[in-house]
């Protein structure tokens, strides 16, 4: 059930705290237009004035060009841009980008991603020009300073004093260009997605492989009801009061319901556990910037994120984004990777554009509880650790009677910082069809060069071979993971579907009833 990344036009959902009409600000437009009209590129200082090269208006027209289709901005209109921090810095390697372009180029073929690889390159070609007119005007600048140090004619002495007073200004004005320009690229670069695993299949959802199937559909010798059927007949949900206290695609649950979420989570933590992962509970807002980090648009044109009105906070789509932030900024130690955790919280969605019978019911909701798995680990390791997250959630869904199905999704369906992902879909006979239940995903370096998340090799790096001297080992980028443990509903929907019985009750399945007070069967209320 992966959180999936979207680049595109720029409309927002808002939540916003207090007693306006949610019309009044839902799918408010806001303003997503880089503007370089007010960014001329100098590039070189004569007689204090500066001279603006030709780049600039076709720099201006490719951004805008853009601007509809990729995130430019985030800053609602109406809102006075000119005291806000720039743009936060990944850590992209646009000399890699470029010295691999075609290939970059083809991965975002594949991946039917927006991203503007060739307006990026020439973004960073621009950058690099001003960076060397600007170290240019430094040298000039010291060399002036050096020059005043020593005696002078009065006459010479003013003339340096007024060739530095131009240099200064011209290098404050250049700088600012620069910072202008490093954050459009970075705008830009941040849009492009992660490379893909040499063995993703390539093109659309139905490209998308079977690489394990596990266990068939049951048979049942009566007509089989949904979970919507089951229950109202055993007094488990309310969705219509939900409806009526929330909006559509909110639920209560009741009774039993109630005991079977906490049973699946427990049970789901207590399992983990075993297998060497620390249980999280993680704050349910968390700065937009880090949904970002992580690879989302919080405010993109199909996004799944609550965004609060009036501040930079977003609703957790998923843990994955607050576990992600734990160590953002950090250097680890390698003797402490991995690190595994199992984070328990709600999550928010949108869920834009779900509509129709196939989404009715528990299935697709905009409130709902998830047990989530996160690793950081060393590059080389993160391969077989998606393997082990893919087993994982294998073995719990076998463990409880589930027949289901292991998918190598296609690269059309992948989010942005997948490398590689692998979906669950299991048997769901009220519906009768296979529905998502989990998925694993290795992100390699994608998240943690956003994040800033990097840890140092133990042993040091020979430096001066001569003296034997060394020093620490270069910092590397973490290789992070994600995968669903539980999502409740729709393990909910799993369980009453598939284990009903003939006289409306439902069988408990056995790794659930010790977390469950030892109640083996929901049975029908009594009239």
């Not at 100098?42 to 995130?71: D, G, K, V, W, Y």
């Not at 000399?95 to 975002?108: P, Q, S």
């Not at 919280?345 to 509509?355: K, L, Q, V």
Request: neutral net charge; aromatic residues 8%.
């Amino acid at each position: 059930m992966g959180l999936q990344c979207y680049f595109g036009g720029m409309t927002v959902q808002t939540l916003k705290m207090a007693s306006i009409p949610a019309a009044f600000f839902l799918n408010k437009p806001i303003s997503k237009t880089l503007t370089l009209g007010s960014l001329p590129l100098r590039f070189s200082i004569s007689n204090n004035r500066h001279q603006t090269r030709p780049f600039l208006s076709i720099l201006s027209r490719a951004l805008s060009a853009t601007a509809t289709a990729q995130e430019a901005a985030t800053t609602p209109e109406n809102v006075d841009t000119k005291g806000m921090k720039p743009q936060w810095k990944a850590a992209i390697d646009f000399k890699w980008l470029r010295d691999n372009e075609d290939a970059v180029a083809l991965n975002i073929k594949n991946r039917n991603s927006n991203a503007n690889l060739e307006l990026v390159l020439h973004l960073y070609d621009k950058m690099l020009a001003v960076q060397k007119e600007v170290e240019r005007l430094r040298g000039e600048r010291n060399a002036v300073a050096n020059k005043m140090k020593g005696k002078l004619e009065p006459s010479e002495r003013q003339k340096l004093i007024q060739e530095g007073k131009n240099l200064k200004e011209g290098l404050v004005n250049l700088e600012e260009d620069l910072l202008k320009l490093t954050d459009a690229l970075q705008q830009e670069a941040q849009c492009i997605p992660n490379m893909t695993h040499p063995d993703v299949p390539i093109g659309g959802e139905e490209n998308s492989t079977v690489r394990k199937m596990v266990g068939t559909p049951r048979e049942f010798s009566f007509p089989v009801k949904d979970h919507l059927h089951l229950g109202k007949e055993l007094d488990l949900f309310d969705f219509d009061a939900a409806a009526e206290v929330s909006g559509s695609k909110f639920y209560y649950l009741k009774n039993e319901a109630v005991m079977l979420e906490m049973a699946l989570v427990n049970w789901t933590l207590s399992e983990v556990m075993k297998r060497g992962f620390t249980p999280l509970t993680t704050p349910e807002l968390v700065r937009s910037s880090v949904v970002e980090k992580c690879g989302f648009q919080p405010r993109g044109d199909n996004t799944q994120v609550y965004s609060i009105e009036g501040s930079d906070q977003c609703l957790i789509g998923t843990a994955e984004i607050p576990v992600g932030g734990i160590h953002m900024d950090s250097i680890l130690a390698d003797s402490i990777l991995p690190l595994k955790y199992a984070a328990f919280s709600h999550c928010f969605r949108t869920e834009a554009g779900a509509a129709g019978a196939a989404t009715r019911g528990l299935y697709r909701v905009h409130q709902f509880s998830k047990v989530e798995m996160f690793i950081l680990c060393q590059a080389e390791e993160s391969e077989s650790h998606h393997e082990e997250l893919i087993k994982i959630e294998e073995d719990l869904f076998s463990s409880l009677g589930l027949h289901y199905k292991t998918i190598d999704m296609a690269s059309g369906d992948l989010g942005s910082p997948a490398y590689r992902k692998f979906d669950v879909e299991a048997w769901m006979p009220g519906l009768g069809r296979y529905g998502e239940v989990s998925s694993a995903s290795n992100c390699t370096d994608y998240q943690s060069r956003r994040l800033g998340i990097r840890y140092r090799p133990s042993e040091p790096t020979l430096v001066n071979t001569k003296k034997g001297k060394g020093s620490l080992a270069p910092t590397k980028f973490v290789h992070t993971l994600n995968a669903t443990a539980c999502a409740v509903p729709r393990m909910i929907i799993c369980l009453l579907e598939n284990c009903q019985q003939e006289d409306g009750s439902v069988i408990i399945p056995e790794p659930l009833r010790p977390f469950m007070g030892g109640l083996e069967l929901i049975a029908p209320k009594s009239s």
